[in-house]
């Protein structure tokens, strides 16, 4: 079949070469922020083939389902979702016009042969580690190959094979670092979706980082699994920890502020304790995943701390940075859980004083120890005791959003409000912000007089510098 003029291209020295045809990509992401960071890496990779986003699904060439497999749930999701997609790629089929599936993420790791039988008209099954071979993996879809199962995870890291990004970062910007993780906690699925850990070399971390500073980013969260257990060649030979690949990035121009997530209590390192009180750029809000609060069920959760581990852990975060707040996770109705084990974790609650928590009822996840654990505690008990917990931490967000009032805060402003005239930024502690200013404020991190608590966000005024 010969090119149709507009799919040809001349380059300066000579031969013509095809321009690749425009096409669309729809992309839907579930999950953690490592999920959006790859769906938008997918993006990135398949630009080159003539993708360009979509927001609308049916007239997209590729959907992409990048999946999240941590709660029971999104795995139910994921089968309805690809329910109602199907009459869209049908509607398709009838225009002579072809729609290929694929389902990404760690639904796909774990449960490849599943999808394969419940939505045999899925072209491409892959995992977290594979994205970068989707022009392959579209390749042979488009011969004809039947399903593409990538569900390896290879030798070489995908981090190499990437593209520089397609898209501006925004103002504020993602960046992974390391992947997997090694501590198997007896309720998850991360260690058998995402593989063991690995870190990424600094160099191209930075180089990364420069590349987000320059493109707009002010901001740069970085990304892993367990991130604080980060142990990448440094840019000078040397083995970097995340201390060290923090002090680097603060070195770049312009970037103002720096966060890690999530972290694991046993990975904070003196040397990262001390990153907070000497790294002006790191963000004094630390999300720090706890559990639970009762010894007996930390052990039964192979966590490998106590409670009172973490409440040390704690006083010398804030000995080292007084402004330090805090961030956790939750799960509550693990198996053996009795109303002792979950009064400590009410207890610690009240002890640290957080000012946010993702609470989680205990899903039980098919392969893992605990999902074979005796004492599997019933749903009724379940929802109790997360309403009770979800209440306190209610009282202990509100309290946290409520000291602010009256107080200045530096804000950086991202991106235009949802108002006409108003711009929205984030304080430290990620709470939004609307102030009514000029566009021109975004990339800039300005003081702000706190007025106003809302639910969800606090309003104020740009206060004088
Ligand atoms: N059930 C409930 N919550 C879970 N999480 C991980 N696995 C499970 C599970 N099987 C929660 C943990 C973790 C967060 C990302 O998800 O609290 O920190
Ligand atoms: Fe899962 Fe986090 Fe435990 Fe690793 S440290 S097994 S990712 S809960």
């Given amino acids: 079949m010969s090119l149709t003029e507009p799919d040809r291209l001349n380059t300066a020295d000579g031969p013509t070469v095809a321009k690749p045809k425009a096409k669309r990509v729809f992309i839907k992401t579930w999950g953690c922020q490592m999920n959006v960071y790859d769906s938008n ?123 520089e990004e397609h898209k501006p970062p925004g103002v504020s910007a993602f960046l992974s670092v390391q992947e997997g993780c090694d501590k198997f906690c007896t309720f998850c699925v991360v260690p058998y979706t995402r593989g063991t850990e690995y870190s990424r070399p600094a160099a191209a971390i930075v180089a990364e980082a420069e590349r987000l500073v320059r493109n707009g980013a002010r901001e740069i969260t970085l990304l892993g699994q367990n991130v604080n257990a980060f142990h990448g060649d440094g840019c000078d ?67 490998k701390h106590t409670s009172d581990d973490y409440r040390r852990l704690i006083d010398r975060l804030r000995s080292a940075r007084s402004d330090m707040a805090f961030s956790t996770d939750f799960i509550v109705g693990f ?22 928590a993702y609470t989680f009822k205990y899903s039980r996840r098919p392969g893992t120890p605990a999902s074979a654990m005796p004492d599997q505690i019933d749903a009724t008990i379940q929802n109790a005791r997360l309403a009770e917990l979800q209440s306190l931490m209610q009282e202990q967000q509100d309290a946290f959003n409520s000291a602010m009032i009256g107080t200045i805060m530096p804000v950086l402003f991202d ?48 206060a004088a510098a």
């Fill in 335 to 356: 198996p053996g859980e009795t109303d002792d084990d979950f009064a400590a974790t009410l207890k610690l609650v009240r002890d640290i004083g957080f000012t946010q």
């Fill in 41 to 163: 890496r997918m993006a990135d990779v398949i630009a080159p083939l003539g993708y360009m986003p979509t927001e609308d699904v049916s007239v997209a060439d590729l959907v992409i389902f990048n999946t999240c497999h941590i709660r029971e749930k999104a795995t139910e999701k994921l089968f309805s979702e690809l329910g109602r997609l199907h009459p869209f790629q049908k509607a398709k089929a009838q225009r002579g016009e072809r729609m290929m599936v694929a389902v990404a993420g760690c639904v796909a790791q774990a449960e490849g042969s599943e999808i394969q039988r419940r939505a045999p008209f899925v072209d491409m099954v892959f995992g977290p580690q594979t994205y970068h071979q989707l022009p392959e993996m579209i390749a042979q879809v488009t011969r004809g190959a039947g399903l593409v199962l990538n569900t390896e995870f290879p030798s070489e890291t995908k981090f190499d094979q990437l593209p």
């Fill in 415 to 462: 991106r235009k409000g949802r108002y006409q005239g108003q711009v929205h930024g984030r304080t430290a502690y990620m709470q939004a912000v609307h102030v009514t200013a000029p566009e021109r404020i975004i990339s800039q991190e300005l003081p702000v007089k706190i007025e106003k608590v809302g639910l969800n966000s606090v309003s104020g005024q740009l």
């Fill in 237 to 303: 030979g040397k083995p970097w920890d995340l201390a060290r690949l923090l002090q680097c990035l603060a070195e770049i121009p312009k970037l103002k502020r720096l966060r890690y997530t999530t972290s694991h209590p046993r990975d904070m390192k003196d040397t990262l304790i001390a990153a907070h009180s000497t790294i002006p750029q790191l963000m004094p809000f630390l999300h720090l995943p706890v559990q639970s609060g009762s010894d007996t069920i930390l052990e039964a959760m192979n966590r």
